[in-house]
């Protein structure tokens, strides 16, 4: 038995006091909206109480699926390394940026930087440079390999859109198919949700063309972020439907509108054609400040 968390969208506060010059432009709104977040029940008491329920599972690795900072000042990246740490230590943590980490394109590479145990593959020398091409990465855990994806592209005011990019999908093609002949479950860590329908501003603009990739090379699992809502969609592959499910932000709590605070346990067991999935959600519910077990359901394998 394998046991994965994965927990989203911290949107660790507050943000660090900054240079006017660094706030003009598109951080300006994205402060403005931090702070109106906060003031509807969005903070660090309920992420602590959160993670201290998370700390206190048993778990074999922490996904994290992006959006820890909020304007991308750098500042915030080292609260994100802070974070990241708190969870584990990096071989047992692994983080993919979200539309956050790289909000303006002066920032694109702090998480690179700043977060680079985290998110390296397992054949990458500590030390060397990562850039878009270091993605997808993979990590060998056991029975479960975790392939980061990056769909962190800096956007114009007003949008928090995505994409993989033509290269990264090709790439990730050959990978989950070389993962399928080492018989690992490969679980794929995306930003962006790859189903559902949402306006153009905040979609990821080549989901059909990741689909498809998920859909010809397969995959056991596909974690996102982003919508800060509970999700539970399906990639139909040669006869199976893969799971792809997101999670609400770790940082909100149980009044939040999108939806109250969660992460996800997932129990994998089996082997190569035999795999079976468990998943736990824990956090809050409306109007309910605990955190406890809200949810579980088999969406691998007969219950
Ligand atoms: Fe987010
Ligand atoms: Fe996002």
Redesign the pocket.
């Known amino acids: 038995m394998f046991v994965l968390a994965h927990l989203s969208?911290p949107h660790l506060g507050p943000i660090p006091e900054a240079r006017i010059s660094e706030l003009l432009g598109k951080r300006f709104f994205g402060m403005m909206n931090w702070i109106g977040a906060r003031r509807r029940n969005f903070g660090q008491a309920t992420l602590a109480a959160l993670l201290t329920d998370l700390l206190a599972q048993p778990t074999d690795h922490i996904a994290v699926t992006?959006?820890l900072v909020n304007v991308s000042l750098p500042a915030e990246f080292d609260t994100g390394a802070t974070f990241l740490a708190s969870l584990g230590t990096p071989d047992k943590v692994t983080v993919i940026p979200?539309?956050?980490d790289t909000y303006v394109h002066s920032a694109l590479s702090y998480h690179l930087e700043h977060w680079a145990p985290f998110l390296s593959g397992d054949e990458t020398h500590p030390g060397t440079p990562l850039d878009r091409e270091s993605f997808p990465f993979v990590r060998r855990r056991g029975p479960v390999a975790i392939v980061g994806v990056s769909t962190a592209v800096p956007t114009a005011y007003f949008l928090?859109s995505g994409e993989v990019g033509g290269a990264q999908l090709e790439r990730l093609r050959g990978i989950l198919h070389e993962l399928k002949k080492e018989g690992l479950f490969r679980v794929v860590m995306i930003?962006?949700p790859p189903v559902g329908e949402r306006h153009y501003h905040r979609d990821l603009r080549d989901a059909e063309a990741f689909r498809r990739v998920i859909s010809e090379a397969g995959a056991e699992l596909v974690l996102h972020?982003?919508d800060h809502r509970a999700s539970l969609g399906r990639i139909s592959s040669n006869g199976e439907l893969i799971p792809v499910v997101g999670v609400p932000s770790a940082s909100a709590g149980p009044e939040d509108g999108r939806g109250a605070g969660r992460y996800n346990l997932y129990r994998i067991s089996g082997e190569p054609g035999a795999w079976a999935c468990i998943m736990e959600s824990r956090g809050y519910a409306p109007g309910d400040a605990t955190v406890q077990l809200r949810d579980t359901r088999q969406i691998i394998g007969l219950p």
């Open positions: 969208d992006g959006d979200g539309n956050h928090a930003h962006h972020g982003h």
